[in-house]
């Protein structure tokens, strides 16, 4: 019998349960900060232990706030990956940096005595924060008087790791002493009731975070620290649906990519942006208002694509009989996602692996199987089909169902599964004739 050499180990390989109910996923780094769409590190972390054993390179095309970096690295891996969104480049520098903590604790020292130091100054006028218009409207004045002031005592920290751990700090501390919902990734103020009895304070909610993220810090730091050759994360910020500069990463040199591509476009799915906006203007990072638009799906198509998938063909084309304008944006996002595949499928290497974890969401009542839609991608640049690992999300509240993935647009749940693909490149053919227990195998 002729073998193809996916006659493979994975197979047999004992997966166990994908759902990780009632663990923490805020232990080491991961305690950073929130993030919509995080990926919890239990799922990067199985996937890098059944399939990253001899890894020496992971690659995140969309890295956020790096979650699939940081067990990476715990695991002696290099690692690299990119994020058009400013904050989240910066979480996930922060989260992946090995910075002294001698140094660390002398800043938070720092922190203290200003904090204990502070008298009120107020600001005369309210600063300008380019990115935020109505600053008042945001942040109560006594508020922005603190962050301004808190701004100011960041910049004298001159360590770079030492300052990022403070970035993302401040970024959180932002976040909740806005007057918006912080239980909301778009910003919405809060109600005038609300607003009246909210009284902030800002250093500290400030305290709070620094001493949560030491913990973790101390913790990663402990584990990173005991390999010989420390491993190294490079944060990018390329698109790879234009491409990937050689510059960065050369082609098939990645072992092993383990990502979760946003789940549609930023309109009608997560609006990182505007999640981000806030902070990333107070932190002075580049474009903080404008990203949405170049992200995945971000410009709709103006005329429909044939994809080399029947079953996401299908789904958009019910679309397309209910709504015309849905179907063009839902085509432009598999657009990208296909053209962004086509890119990273060139930078692994023969017999690497590309885990992607997706959600197939529900558009006009149709669901879109992102999941089918990966595995025909990869399978279009000469991938083959490794496994796919179906997850239940807890805490939700709709009851689950059981979803197969070939059963296209019928049923409901869509969101509270996601999907584990794994796909892995064709050998080398040179390696592939060489292989020497592939009869051994037969
Ligand atoms: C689901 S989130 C990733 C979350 C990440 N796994 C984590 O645990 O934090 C998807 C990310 O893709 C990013 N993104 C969307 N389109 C992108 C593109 N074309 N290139 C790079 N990043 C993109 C978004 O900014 C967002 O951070």
């Known amino acids: 019998m002729q073998l193809t050499f996916l006659e493979k180990p994975e197979s047999r390989i004992e997966t166990g349960d994908w759902t990780f109910n009632g663990v923490s996923t805020r232990e080491l780094t991961h305690c950073y900060h929130d993030y919509p769409a995080r990926m919890i590190p239990q799922v990067a972390g199985k996937i890098l232990d059944l399939f990253g054993h001899d890894a020496k390179l992971l690659f995140d095309p969309y890295l956020g706030t790096g979650t699939s970096l940081v067990e990476g690295m715990i695991r002696g891996i290099n690692v690299a990956g990119t994020d058009l969104n400013p904050l989240a480049r910066l979480i996930a520098r922060a989260k992946t940096s090995v910075p002294d903590l001698r140094l660390v604790d002398r800043h938070i020292g720092k922190f203290n005595k200003f904090v204990f130091d502070y008298t009120p100054s107020p600001l005369v006028v309210s600063p300008t924060i380019q990115g935020v218009s109505r600053l008042e409207f945001w942040f109560k004045k006594g508020v922005i008087e603190k962050l301004y002031r808190l701004r100011e005592f960041m910049q004298s920290v001159e360590d770079a790791s030492s300052r990022l751990f403070f970035q993302v700090a401040f970024s959180e501390t932002i976040r909740e002493s806005s007057n918006t919902r912080n239980d909301e990734f778009k910003l919405y103020r809060y ?47 390329f698109n790879t649906v234009m491409g990937i500069p050689q510059e960065y990463i050369t082609p098939a040199t990645v072992d092993i990519v383990v990502t979760s591509p946003p789940y549609g ?64 944006e839902v085509s432009a996002f598999y657009s990208d996602l296909l053209a962004s595949i086509s890119n990273v499928a060139q930078i692994i290497k023969p017999m690497g692996y590309a885990c992607y974890v997706v959600g197939n969401r529900k558009v006009k009542g149709v669901v879109l199987p992102t999941d089918i839609a990966v595995k025909d991608f990869f399978e279009s640049c000469g991938f083959e089909y490794v496994n796919t690992f179906m997850r239940s999300i807890p805490n939700k509240r709709m009851p689950l169902k059981n979803s197969p993935t070939n059963a296209i647009g019928v049923l409901d749940s869509t969101m509270t599964q996601e999907y584990i693909v794994v796909m892995r490149r064709a050998p080398a053919r040179s390696v592939f004739f060489r292989l020497p227990n592939t009869s051994a195998r037969a």
Do not use: C
Not at 225 to 233: E, G, I, L, R
Not at 281 to 306: H, Q, S, Y
């Open 265 to 328: 476009d930023s309109h009608t799915t997560v609006a990182y942006g505007q999640y981000s906006r806030l902070s990333a203007a107070w932190l002075e990072l580049k474009e903080p208002d404008k990203i949405d638009r170049k992200l995945m799906g971000g410009v709709a198509a103006k005329k429909g694509t044939r994809f080399n998938s029947n079953a996401l063909n299908s789904a958009i084309e019910r679309i397309y009989t209910i709504d015309k304008k849905r179907a063009l």
């Open 191 to 237: 109600d005038a009731a609300k607003l009246a009895a909210f009284n902030p304070d800002v250093f500290t909610i400030m305290s709070r975070k620094l001493q949560r993220n030491r913990a973790g810090l101390e913790k990663y730091l402990f584990i990173i620290k005991n390999f010989k050759n420390a491993p190294v994360a490079n944060v990018y910020d």
